[in-house]
């Protein structure tokens, strides 16, 4: 990771083609300089995104409440959203409940019935895949 950088004096006509260059990058351009500020390691993303644990929660619902589910596996308030698929172009699942229950949403984010688990957490394929890394195909 690249934290830091700053490239003086660059030329202006220059700017786009060096902003499109950097992916994932927060770049900080001035009429002096350009900074690159950050940059995320590069990762691939599913439709399913990657699995961030290999189980499912436990949660009680309230009826008529509205919840987003993370369905990228990055947030850090799992199973709910906390902004984080932003970096990754995907979106959570907004779903509201009928009635008070307790379920189980999926933690692994493999499920074929978003956002809830069924029980795809127990295969192979999930149980193979470290943490934080898409499913093999």
């Given at each position: ?78 199973p ?34 978003r ?12 149980q ?10």
């Amino acid at each position: 990771m690249l934290v830091g950088a700053v490239v003086p004096k660059v030329q202006s006509s220059l700017l786009p083609r060096l902003v499109q260059s950097i992916d994932r990058a927060v770049v900080a351009v001035t009429a002096e300089n350009v900074a690159l500020v950050a940059v995320e390691p590069v990762r691939q993303y599913t439709d399913k995104g990657v699995v961030a644990v290999k189980t499912p929660f436990k949660v009680q619902l309230g009826e008529g409440k509205l919840y987003a589910w993370c369905s990228c596996g990055l947030s850090k308030k799992q199973p709910f959203c906390d902004g984080a698929h932003k970096t990754v172009g995907m979106t959570p699942v907004r779903f509201k409940m009928e009635e008070t229950r307790e379920v189980w949403l999926c933690g692994c984010k493999q499920t074929s019935d978003r956002p809830f688990c069924d029980g795809t957490h127990k295969t192979d394929a999930v149980q193979n895949t470290e943490l934080g890394q898409n499913v093999a195909a």
